[in-house]
């Protein structure tokens, strides 16, 4: 009889097909599920070092934020109800004064948020001293997919913020040596361009072409404003994504977030060559419109979803799947009375699985299944939100929250249970975020407050 390392007993589970196993039992050993089935009267009996009751939770796979901003959790509250442009006024100031411990505390704040809200993978664009981000990732348990932002031009940048071409590319290369695999995998590195207005051909070129060596990600903001489309049509008779395939970054290894001011033509394009559009629907309803989503769909293009980091919403993929499901609903599917714009079971999808593809490793995450990784939440579904109810998938999507998440397991270890940490002293890290986010401000002459 195998021993499993941890068992979670009498649960439902969330099939990547969106259907519910009942009366489920979830064997885990040596960081993977090893077990996965209803449990009969056939069945026999399991032993575990550890026992999970799981009566009244469903398991889901763990959400994958494929686009965010670690480093800004201390920009918490700092661009609501602000005047354009909040870029050169206020994350430029910011990050260019960010110190390396600011960062890691930042972002150990950053991975307490996303794990009690299920979200146990991210995919982060880059900033400062990414290094810190890793670390952070590792002490806490998460998955994650880490880039340096790198940058070599751009009028509006200052000069500690740009680099040339080749330090910017060793100094990734440094990234990817000291940290790539490190928490038996939890960790890796990929190349990252902040903007195509930031970058010189020198240094797209460059990150193409290590990227492809290394046989990594790479991390870009694409199509995001109408700056950036003015931009790539003044200078170079292209619009972005066409000007980015001209460097051959377009394909399977790229995280294109945004992709909001896409034309049909670079839609198809993108569909071409393989890139994983990600939506960040919060920033993207708040500044640049709406994406052209069912499109994507139509082109069988793999999706994900991102929070673009917490500056002005919560870290979690609930309510970004609520948001985009009901934009398209409005966008594209009222005028036409077509209810299925964007089907839960879609979004759901990009939540989890299309996230897994976005940061190449939907073969190990993103579904529940025998031999994945233990990545898996526990919602609590007693609740009057949630239950009753006709389709509980559906409802999932529609109507539950960070708040239902009672248990996280990442590669196999259970970081929280019953709604607290095993391992974290979660006020002493948002206490020290807080005064992270007070020493950033005075070196940047904000007028921050932090209510700690």
Known sequence: MTEF????????????????????AIGIKDSRIALLESV?????????????????????????????????????????????????????????NLAPEDVYRGALLFCVENLKAGTTTFADAGGPFMEMVARAALETGMRGLIT????????D????????????????????????????????????????????????????????????????????HMAEVAHCLTQYKMRPAEWFEHFGLLGPNLIAAHCVRLSDKEILLLAERGANPVHCPHSNLGNHGFSKTPLMLALGMNIALGTDGVSATRLNLFEPMRLLKFAMQARHGVDINDPLALPAQE????????????VMQEKEIGRLEVGMKADILLL???????????????????????????????DGKLLIHNHEFLNLDEDRIRYDAGQAMLDVGRRANFSFESFI
């Not at 340096?148 to 009028?155: L, W």
């Not at 929250?401 to 248990?407: A, E, T």
Request: charged share 20%; net charge negative.
């Open 347 to 358: 979004v759901y999808h990009m939540a989890t699985q299309g996230g897994a593809k976005a």
């Open 157 to 224: 940048i200052p000069d500690k913020m740009k680099e040339s071409t080749q330090v910017a590319i060793r100094n990734c290369e440094h990234l990817y040596k000291d940290w790539n695999g490190a928490g038996d995998g939890r960790i890796r590195i990929g190349f990252g361009l902040r903007q195509a207005m930031t970058s010189t051909p020198a240094l797209m070129e460059a990150v193409a072409a290590r990227s492809r060596e290394l046989n990594t990600s790479v991390h870009i903001h694409l199509a995001e």
């Open 40 to 96: 009969t009267a056939d069945s026999g009996s399991y032993t575990a070092r550890e026992i999970i009751d799981g009566s009244g939770k469903l398991a889901m796979p763990g959400f994958i934020d494929a686009h965010t901003h670690a480093a800004q959790q201390l920009l918490r509250g700092s661009v609501v109800d602000e005047l354009p442009m909040v870029w050169t006024r206020i994350l430029v100031p910011f990050e260019s």
């Open 380 to 410: 609590d579904i007693e609740r009057p939100h949630l239950t009753p109810t006709a389709h509980l998938p559906k409802t999932i999507v529609t109507a539950a929250g960070p708040d239902d998440v009672s248990d996280v397991i990442v």
């Open 148 to 155: 340096r932002s790198t940058m070599d031009c751009g009028q």
């Open 5 to 24: 390392d941890l068992l979670i007993q009498d649960c439902l589970v969330l099939l990547p097909d969106f259907s519910i196993l009942p009366d489920a």
